[in-house]
């Protein structure tokens, strides 16, 4: 076999060595297991083991081979799936269990049990170890394997495993063996379904349980599963929301929330951790007993589903009193110093995604902000944080801003201008909630949403806009993003007679055309695109809803726009219709001086164009050369006698074509222009298309 160093075989050709070694005794091999062995678990911690292999590698280690146990315990230890474990995989596992002339080891068995108590959770069949669960529990007369078949049992057992007869086996196992721990743990989870279960012996210690997973070697199956290019892009845990979650990396010893668990389950009744689909969930839902912490809800998506849709006043009570007990505490250990940052981070994580699911924030979660809010340092939980208080219920918006947004904007501005960003975004995701709220609300409660979303789009654009012109050019790239995707969200919410069109400031607008990005330009021009989409569709006429300076305003932007892009007149001020970006007509006129000076041919007009802007120029000179090549292959390059030097114009394209170049329309569907709009949204630049697809007459309606 060649060196590692030199070259590493494939996976396929070191699993097809392996195999000849695992026929040929020691003495007769000519190269060393250790060295297969090796390339084989390198391949499986960098990229972890496909179905393929990992089927290949357990099917060796379930039958008698010539492999020494060092070998197969090493191979086994790093069986480290990239995908879900297959089905199969498994049952050749407990197939390979037992007594039997060709049956691996007890060593071996013991490792392959191990190992399907890391992975169970990790299986693509859920259900496949329960159907094998009678064969697993037949063997727990095993001395060799059965502590850690009790441990895999007391994972997988669910209520239908808890059968009269397994309960006397146990009993009776029990009584034979004395205390043993793992048996004992199993009699433990048996006694969670079936409490009248009496057991000799109520002493339970650290070996009664499944040993929590190594944290390192779980930590690589997560980063590898989450790597794989796998079909199967759902989450590692299994989750498919009609599941208890299981937080097996975090374990559920010392954290803030606990798992779920039912203590009084009683035979007649069903219990949340048995449910593992949809179907069982919608037929136990009456007879599910309540768990023991109601509050692991904020963690637990089949928890929330079934408080949603059974609700009780004991369960709120229990919920409220828990919430209200911990964040007291926490408060307190905080303001004085001495809290625990990650159990209160933990805690706020949970209701946070609680939030998420129920879209409102408890009582007690409210009372808690206020008191909280400052004198928070504005870093710790800074995300979990903002994305609580934006889902806080705004009344009145002078009320909300005072007591939760206001402490938050003091917090934040301690840190420069890092966090303005978060600030965008913490409003960004607010406004969103409340457009929600204003489309979904009551009609009687329409009126006043409507005054809290004015009074807040006002605030943050009069916010937005200082930012912007108090930031050094350069700093605020991440900033303007900010902006503009909460002004995307905007000018394309509105609804006629229950959301309002609420135009951004032109001063931003036109402060935001003018940054060194084409990308910034191309997500303007799409902004300014849906709000003349938004406006073409509102009932008319429009000046009965909106005033004339509203409407004008934005007539006066468009036309801006227009003369920017699209003609060469950018920067020009028309009475009545355009402000040119509010530049003097004095600056224009001196700025068009200097670039004649420069070269007769430029004009301040067509310095902001496709073909001359600075951020557009290379684009629209590569969309050309593509459009003249496909040109030329169809005239024939023979035929051709001059190219385009470039920039593209009007005239140049009329001189071209009269001078033996190819024959290109500067308007039209298929001119110059709109081949530059169609090419920049190609690649991400479509907020100019849509703007002018939706302006101009011609274009309108077009695809």
Request: include cysteine.
């Amino acid at each position: 076999m060649p060196s590692v160093a030199e070259e590493r075989p494939t996976l396929q050709e070191t699993l097809n060595l392996l195999h000849q070694a695992s026929r040929t005794t020691a003495k007769q091999r000519t190269v060393k297991v250790s060295s297969i062995v090796d390339v084989i678990c390198r391949y499986a911690s960098e990229d972890g083991l496909g179905q393929d292999a990992l089927r290949d590698i357990v099917q060796l280690a379930s039958v008698k081979t010539l492999l020494d146990q060092t070998t197969i315990t090493t191979l086994i230890k790093n069986l480290y799936p990239s995908q879900r474990v297959p089905g199969d995989v498994v049952i050749t596992i407990v197939g390979a269990l037992g007594q039997g002339k060709g049956k691996p080891s007890p060593g071996t068995q013991d490792s392959l049990v191990k190992w399907l108590i890391t992975i169970h959770e990790v299986v693509e069949d859920a259900n496949v170890l329960s159907r094998l669960y009678g064969v697993l529990f037949g063997m727990l007369d095993m001395i060799s394997i059965r502590t850690s078949l009790c441990h895999l049992l007391s994972l997988i057992t669910r209520r239908k495993h808890v059968k009269p007869f397994r309960i006397q086996q146990l009993l009776e196992l029990s009584r034979g063996l004395g205390n043993e721990p793992a048996l004992q743990g199993l009699l433990r989870v048996y006694k969670d379904y079936y409490p009248d279960i009496i057991l000799g012996s109520t002493s339970t210690s650290r070996k009664s349980f499944a040993p929590r997973p190594d944290a390192e070697w779980q930590a690589k199956i997560v980063a590898i599963q989450e790597a794989s290019v796998a079909e199967d892009d759902s989450n590692v845990d299994g989750q498919n929301g009609f599941k208890v979650l299981r937080r097996r990396l975090k374990g559920s010893k010392g954290s803030a929330i606990p798992d779920v668990h039912t203590y009084h389950a009683t035979e007649s009744s069903a219990t949340l951790e048995g449910i593992d689909s949809v179907d069982d969930f919608v037929e136990k839902l009456d007879r599910i007993e309540p768990p023991g912490q109601l509050i692991a809800l904020l963690v637990d998506p089949l928890l929330q589903k079934y408080i949603d849709l059974k609700p009780s006043p004991i369960t709120a009570s229990r919920l409220g009193n828990w919430l209200a007990t911990c964040l007291e505490e926490q408060f307190e250990e905080h303001r004085q110093g001495t809290g625990n940052d990650q159990y209160l981070s933990e805690v706020l994580d949970g209701l946070f995604r609680y939030a998420q699911y129920t879209k409102s924030l408890h009582p007690t979660v409210l009372a808690f902000l206020r008191e909280y809010l400052p004198i928070w340092d504005g870093q710790r939980d800074l995300a979990t944080l903002s994305g609580l208080v934006s889902y806080i219920p705004v009344e009145a918006f002078e009320d909300a801003y005072t007591t939760y947004f206001l402490p938050i904007e003091r917090a934040l501005a301690f840190h420069g201008i890092t966090a303005y960003t978060h600030l965008v975004d913490f409003y960004t995701a607010l406004l969103q909630h409340q457009i929600t709220e204003t489309a979904s609300g009551p009609a009687e409660q329409r009126e006043m949403r409507q005054e809290v979303l004015s009074d807040l789009i006002e605030h943050v654009a009069t916010l937005f806009t200082s930012a912007l012109v108090s930031i050094p050019p350069g700093f605020n790239t991440t900033l303007t993003s900010s902006i503009l995707s909460l002004y995307e969200l905007l000018s394309t919410s509105s609804k006629p007679h229950i959301i309002p069109i609420h135009l951004p400031p032109m001063h931003l607008i036109y402060l935001l055309s003018q940054d060194a990005s084409p990308t910034t330009l191309s997500r303007i021009c799409g902004i300014i695109g849906s709000y003349k989409l938004a406006f073409d569709a509102h009932p008319k006429p429009v000046k009965n809803y909106y005033p004339a300076e509203v409407t004008d305003a934005f007539n006066h932007c468009l036309r801006d726009m227009y003369n920017l892009v699209w003609v060469s007149r950018g920067l020009l001020v028309q009475d009545q219709k355009s402000k040119g970006l509010y530049c003097d007509p004095i600056l224009r006129g001196t700025l068009n001086e200097y670039l004649r000076r420069v070269d007769r041919g430029y004009t301040i007009g067509a310095a902001f164009t496709l073909s001359y802007n600075a951020w557009l120029a290379s684009l629209s000179a590569a969309a050309w050369r593509v459009v003249e090549k496909q040109e030329v292959d169809k005239a024939g390059e023979k035929n051709i006698t001059r190219y385009h030097e470039g920039p593209v114009t009007d005239k140049s394209l009329e001189v071209l074509k009269s001078k033996g170049g190819v024959s290109v329309d500067w308007e039209g569907a298929d001119g110059y222009k709109v081949t530059v709009l169609q090419w920049l949204t190609e690649r991400g630049l479509g907020g100019i298309r849509d703007l002018m697809f939706a302006t101009v007459i011609n274009l309108k309606g077009t695809t």
